[in-house]
T-cell receptor, first 114, second 114 residues
Framework: QKEVEQDPGPLSVPEGAIVSLNCTYS??????FMWYRQYSRKGPELLMY????GNKEDGRFTAQVDKSSKYISLFIRDSQPSDSATYLC??????????????FGKGTHLIIQP | NAGVTQTPKFRVLKTGQSMTLLCAQD?????MYWYRQDPGMGLRLIHY???????AKGEVPDGYNVSRLKKQNFLLGLESAAPSQTSVYFC?????????????FGPGTRLTVL
């Protein structure tokens, strides 16, 4: 079993819909959770960072963490065609950098239809 | 402020040839990382560095060498390229400190080994 599981998609939704992207993980040592957005032929860019169970909101984006279920989600409200990208979940066991780096999911390819 | 830059953007090699990928960052970050990204495999850590003059192995280090002679630069070398090393290579950097330490990625180098 992979440490981090993420459905690769593609996930296609109409403009304006609420999008739900999810990752599950198996190692309870993961404490810090991130979502990266990657446009085609570009490097990943950090979208959301959270380290506690519950919700964190930033504009149209909400990150949710449920450590008891080992499950994280990213919700996008009022989705726009410019949100079309691959979304990567990432997590690490310790604060700061170090030996673990980040463990990434494989990414979900999201398509927002105009 | 360019952030993280990578040279070259594209490269085609023949099996057995060698090459060096250059990563540079202007954010005064201590930590630097090299990842490869393959379809269906996600991002995997090759090597990383926690400071000038230091390097360490990541998840998939075989066939690669790295050097961090200057704080702002992190070099990834392929001594004898193999078709299995065809991939997109990303460099990242971070401060390595604090609970919210995050990695900033470069634009990637697309490498094909024939």
């Amino acid at each position: 079993q992979k440490e981090v599981e993420q459905d690769p998609g593609p996930l296609s939704v109409p403009e304006g819909a609420i999008v739900s992207l999810n990752c599950t993980y198996s190692n309870s040592a993961f404490q810090y959770f991130m979502w990266y957005r990657q446009y085609s032929r570009k490097g990943p860019e950090l979208l959301m960072y959270t380290y506690s169970s519950g919700n964190k909101e930033d504009g149209r984006f909400t990150a949710q963490v449920d450590k008891s279920s080992k499950y994280i989600s990213l919700f996008i409200r009022d989705s726009q065609p410019s949100d079309s990208a691959t979304y990567l979940c990432a997590m690490k066991k310790y604060s700061g950098g170090g030996a673990d780096g980040l463990t990434f999911g494989k990414g979900t390819h999201l398509i927002i239809q105009p | 402020n360019a952030g993280v830059t990578q040279t070259p953007k594209f490269r085609v090699l023949k099996t057995g040839q060698s090459m060096t990928l250059l990563c540079a960052q202007d954010m005064n970050h201590e930590y630097m990382y090299w990842y490869r990204q393959d379809p269906g495999m996600g991002l995997r850590l090759i090597h990383y560095s926690v400071g000038e003059g230091t390097t360490a192995k990541g998840e998939v280090p075989d066939g690669y060498n790295v050097s961090r002679l200057k704080k702002q630069n992190f070099l990834l070398g392929l001594e004898s390229a193999a078709p299995s090393q065809t991939s997109v290579y990303f460099c990242a950097s971070s401060t390595g400190q604090g609970s919210t330490d995050t990695q900033y990625f470069g634009p990637g180098t697309r490498l094909t080994v024939l």
